[in-house]
């Protein structure tokens, strides 16, 4: 038997990282959530690195990409520069970390369209 966890704001997931970067968990927690707008919210509020006062939006935009329907993905964020970094250091770092994030999302997106398991955005 499969269970849903029902998300609303202000739930919390513990994450463990695994992209090699300097940290090993995270706690993040559900800001806003939007089905209709297909936007996504979360602020991280522990865990054992460096990134402080870190929120992010995500967001999701239907698009035919290579001639294939698709889905354009948009994170922004806000991020404390912290002690002994630079503003240039944070954002590179930041960078890279959504882009692993994208990359294991994409991933997740593609495995679940080989096994016909996902609907286009605009019937969600």
């Known amino acids: 038997m499969h269970c849903k966890r029902k998300l609303e704001i202000g739930s919390l997931r513990e994450v463990d990282v695994k992209s090699g970067l300097p940290a090993t968990t ?5 800001e806003l959530l939007g089905d209709d707008e297909h936007i996504l919210s979360i602020r991280i509020i522990g865990g054992d690195h460096r990134l402080r006062n870190y929120s992010s939006i995500l967001s ?3 698009e035919i990409i290579d001639g294939r329907p698709g889905t354009l993905v948009i994170e922004s964020f806000v991020v404390d520069v912290p002690e002994g970094n630079t503003k240039d ?15 294991s999302l994409a991933d997740v997106s593609e495995g679940l369209a080989l096994q016909d398991r996902t609907e286009p955005i605009d019937q969600i």
């Open 60 to 62: 999701l935009h239907p």
């Open 89 to 103: 250091e944070t954002y590179y770092f930041v960078e890279a970390l959504i882009k692993c994030n994208l990359k």
């Open 26 to 30: 995270s706690t993040e927690r559900l």
